[in-house]
């Protein structure tokens, strides 16, 4: 089991930028993926970014792709999730997960899937 905590999150307007930080501790992973999702009120939780442990390859949500960067220091046991351009549609819970399980070619999607889970951070964007 591996803890996962986040922070860097906040209220900005529209065009702004956040980056937000998933410190683990615990053991950690070197396979499987590590990962951000959101959730908005009364919404679903969604995949925003992967990135595979092994080999490094990273996923984007389309609705994301060009604004947001997800990157890993493996020396800090630190996850990242660099948030530009941000529209008010990001607005959500923010969470930090990590699986020790992979597919071909890259991560699961579904949140399910996903066995380690941080307790989340707020993003508000306003217009």
Known sequence: QVQLVESGGGSVQAGGSLR????ASGYT????????FRQAPGEGREVVATI????????LVDSVKGRFTISRDNANNTLYLQMNSLKPEDTAMYYCAATALSVTGGCYLAPGVWS??????????SS
């Open 116 to 125: 380690d889970w941080g307790q989340g951070t707020q993003v508000t964007v």
């Open 29 to 36: 992973y070197n396979r499987g993926c590590m990962g951000w």
């Open 52 to 59: 595979y442990v092994n080999r490094g390859n990273r996923y």
């Open 20 to 23: 937000l930080s998933c410190a």
